[in-house]
């Protein structure tokens, strides 16, 4: 299982790194997603990184503003999160995937949820 942290309060503008560690020590998965699902809301793909290799995705709203990285030395992989908006306010969640590169961004594909971390973005 995938535990999320990292999450809080943060002003419009500001940044956030959340992290994502697997609960063994290691990831046995091909890619690590980070979804976020606002109140009332579907739970969204933001990025993905495939754990071995260099396939990188992002959704379109966060491109340029959210950073996906990995750490091998760590087993983390996290999600650098700049300029912030209110919009951004969710729990934020990540997960594993053995699914193709096509189903990157298509939540059924993953497993291994862990809890979330919440962020949220206010003045």
């Known amino acids: 299982q995938l535990q999320a942290s990292g999450g809080g309060l943060v002003h419009p503008g500001g940044s956030l790194r959340l992290s994502c560690a697997a609960s063994?020590?290691?990831?046995?998965?091909?890619?690590v997603g980070w979804f976020r699902q606002a109140p009332g809301e579907e739970r969204n793909f933001m990025a993905a990184i495939a754990w071995r290799g260099g396939g990188i995705y992002y959704a379109d709203s966060v491109k340029g503003r959210f950073t996906i990285s990995r750490d091998y030395t760590k087993n983390t992989v996290y999600l650098q999160m700049n300029s912030l908006k209110p919009e951004d306010t969710a729990v934020y969640y990540c997960?594993?995937?053995?699914?193709?590169?096509?189903?990157?961004?298509?939540?059924?594909?993953?497993?291994?949820w862990g809890q979330g971390t919440l962020v949220t973005v206010s003045s």
């Open positions: 063994g020590g290691t990831f046995n998965t091909r890619f």
């Open positions: 997960a594993g995937s053995n699914g193709i590169v096509g189903v990157v961004r298509i939540s059924t594909y993953y497993d291994s």
